[in-house]
Every structure is written in C-alpha cells, then in structure tokens.
C-alpha cells in the first residue's frame, strides 16, 4: 500500500477517534411507525433533566433518568414515578390513564382535563397531535450483515475456442450464483453525521470447461493476452488432446466513509464520501492433456491489483403508506488508482519450454453500484431498531479485467438479503 493510502487511512482514523464524524444511519420511513423513539429508558450524557410542569405542579428529574421536557395540559394532574423509571402523567385516579407511547401516559375523559398537546424528550419530540416524531435522527452504533446471491460477468470471457474448418466455436465460463458477505459497522451522532466502515469480498471459481480435438473440429485453443494485446501466449489441442480451461475470482473492498443524513419531506437520504481500498485477483489456466493424459501444454493467466481511491455513495429510503414496509435505493461511485500485476505462463512440449511475459504497470480503475428493493422496519425497545432489507443489486468494475486479458469489465449482478440495527 502506497504512501498516499496511509496518509488517507491516518486521517480517517484520527476523524473516527476523535468523534467527528458518525455510521450509516437508521431511517425510519413514515414518522408515525416510530412512537418508541420518543423516550429512552436508559440515560445518555447528552441529555438534560428538565423541569416538567403538569397544571400547577413542577418536579425536578429523578437523576439519571431523561423524562420529558414538557407535559402541560390544563390543571389538574401531577408528575409522577413509576417503579420502572418511566415518567408518565396521571389522572385523579390511575385508571385515567391512556398511554401515549413507551411508559408516558395522559389522562383520558377526566374532567376539566385536556390531553397534553406535546411531549419532548431531549432533542425528540412526540406530538400526541400530529400523531409524529420529530428530528428522528438517533445516536448509536449500528451494523449490519448482507448477503449477496451474485454471480460475475466478463467482456472476453473465454474457456477456450473450437475452430473446425468453417467458423469457429466460443465456449465460455460458466459462474453460478455463489453467496458473498457484506458488513458494516459504524456510529452516528444525534446531528446526524457518522463514520461507517464497509467489507464486502466476492471469492468463487467457474466450472471447469473441457473439450477433446476431433477430426472436423480442430484445433481447440486458448489465447491470452497482456499489456493491452502487445503480449499474447497460448495452447492448442490437437486431435486426440483435450484442453481443459479454469477460472476462478477473488474480489474484496473496504469502504471508509463519514456520512450524513438529509430528510425531505417523507424521504430520507444517507450520503457519504470516503475511501475504498480494492483488491482483485484473478486466475485463469489451460492445460493440454495427450490421449493418455500426459500434460503436453499449459497457458496460464494470473491478474492481481490492490487499489484505492475516492468514493461517493448515496442511499434514498420512504415509507409505504403508514406501516413499516418501504422502498430503497442505493448507488456508489469510485475512482481507483492503483498497480496491476499480470503474468502470462505458457509451456510446450511437455516442459521442454517454459515462457513467462510480466507486465506491471500503474492503472485507474472505476467501479459503479446501484441496487433498489423494500425494506421492512421495527422498533425494538425504547430506542432500538431492526430492519430487514432485499432487493437487486448490479455492480460494474471496468478495466479490471478477465480471464484471458487484463482491461475487461467485470460485472456482478444479483440479489441481496440483509439484516441490521441501530443500538
């Protein structure tokens, strides 16, 4: 890893340490599915312990709990403790009570009492009226694992060709869908700015190809190139032999990101600028078998880069209606500067030559990924969330290259599940 990635690591820890910056953040979708972020069970050094009036009464926080900034309505009730520690507003009599959200209560048909019109807690606020939370940005870390059902696409993806006399025949390889992880983990500050940290690694190997050269369809033959086509090897099978092709991909990213959250109307957006560092390696070999299985040839690709650079990432989110579903979409660009390393193996008759062309140069590479789909959300406790998300997700690699050169563009394309919370 170059000088300039450490600088950029250094400064992003610093930023992370020093709490400047927060995690991908929850968001809530409709505001109405939220209530319970409302109150906190649990105090936060953040918070303050305000006075609460009710009617003509004023009592002082219990210490170390957060009660609500307000609870006024016309005079006829008190301020009151419950063994739990959540505040709540009480009638003449304890059946008066109708809950509000989350242990606060107000009183309900009582005589000369109106329903309080606003409950605040600290920088959240519940209006009993508007039936919302408001500034719903929470502080906590949050994390989560995706699962990736993908498979990968190449421009020149090619097992081996089979040239009989008229035309010839491609046979490529062929990649299932392989599951791959994604995680994330970060913090987010009641601003609303964050830090998130983004692992994700693709790592699987196509079916293995093989053909045997027959009279009318021959030879069977596997080309590689480098250096932009300036260099090219190869291995042919003849009739009897038979050429057996395999590829396999590593692909891995880690994202650094500080992050910031913008609310429109009932939409909700996470953006983020930051760092991807990406790793690639790819190998791609065809063996020449003699019909008595000997190794007569082999043409052997092996294409490695690690890079990094800026990246931008955004994700939209709204609610459905009034309940908990939802839809997303998320998008990321980045911009790669790193050194790319390919060497170009070939062998003939079975080992009396052996040829090795390297080619190492400094490249820019760009990646593109979009994904859409719905989600689903639930509150969990007085300040917890759980989501569950799934949709499609595409993403391009373009230059990094394929299993017979080295300026090919990769494609992954797939569905994704995923599972995260904010504590």
């Not at 939220?34 to 050094?45: E, F, G, H, I, T």
């Not at 303050?48 to 005079?75: D, E, F, I, R």
């Not at 508007?130 to 990968?152: H, K, M, Q, S, Y």
């Not at 990094?400 to 995260?420: C, Y």
């Amino acid at each position: 890893m170059d000088i300039l990635v450490r600088i950029i690591l250094g400064l992003y820890l610093w930023v992370a340490c020093s709490g400047l910056a927060a995690a991908q953040t929850a968001h809530y979708g409709v505001e109405s599915q939220w209530p319970s972020l409302c109150s906190v069970s649990s105090a936060k050094p953040n918070w303050s312990a305000p006075t609460a009036t009710c009617g003509w009464n004023t009592m002082q926080a219990n210490s170390g709990w957060p009660v609500p900034g307000a609870c006024t309505y016309v005079g006829c009730a008190s301020l009151q403790y419950p063994p739990s520690g959540y505040p709540f507003c009480q009638g003449p009599s304890a059946t008066d009570m109708s809950p509000v959200h989350a242990g606060i209560y107000y009183p309900q048909n009582v005589a000369n009492c109106a329903p309080p019109t606003t409950i605040a807690s600290g920088y959240r606020q519940w209006n009993a009226n508007l039936d919302r939370c408001t500034n719903r940005t929470a502080t906590g870390f949050i994390g989560g694992v995706e699962l990736l059902w993908i498979r990968p696409s190449f421009d020149q993806n090619a097992a081996l060709i089979v040239d009989p006399p008229v035309g010839n025949t491609l046979v490529p390889f062929e990649y299932d869908y392989q599951l791959s992880p994604r995680a994330w983990l970060g913090w987010q500050a009641q601003s609303g700015t964050g830090f998130r940290t983004t692992y994700f690694r693709f790592d699987e190997a196509a079916s293995t190809e093989s053909v045997t050269a027959v009279a009318g369809a021959t030879p069977v033959y596997l080309f590689v190139y480098g250096a932009g086509g300036n260099l090219s090897r190869n291995a042919n099978a003849n009739v009897g032999q038979t050429l057996v092709s395999n590829h396999s991909l590593r692909l891995s990213a880690l994202d650094l990101e500080v992050t910031q959250v913008v609310e429109w109307q009932q939409f909700r957006a996470i953006l983020g600028v930051g760092v991807r560092i990406a790793e690639m390696h790819q190998s791609s070999r065809g063996d020449v078998f003699n019909p008595g299985g000997v190794l007569e040839e082999t043409v052997a690709n092996d294409l490695r880069f690690i890079a990094a650079g800026p990246t931008i990432s955004a994700q939209l989110s709204r609610g459905l209606g009034i309940g908990r579903f939802g839809y997303f979409a998320t998008g990321r660009g980045s911009l790669l500067t790193g050194e790319t390393d390919q060497r170009i193996y070939e062998m003939k008759g079975a080992f009396t030559t052996e040829l090795e062309d390297i080619a190492i140069q400094r490249e820019i590479l760009s990646n593109f990924e979009v994904g859409i789909g719905l989600q689903y959300w639930q509150a969990i406790g007085p300040s917890a969330l759980l989501f569950v998300r799934s949709g499609y997700e595409a993403q391009l690699w373009l230059d990094a290259g394929g299993p017979v050169d080295s300026h090919s563009t990769i494609g992954l394309e797939g569905i994704a599940f995923s599972v995260g919370a904010l504590l």
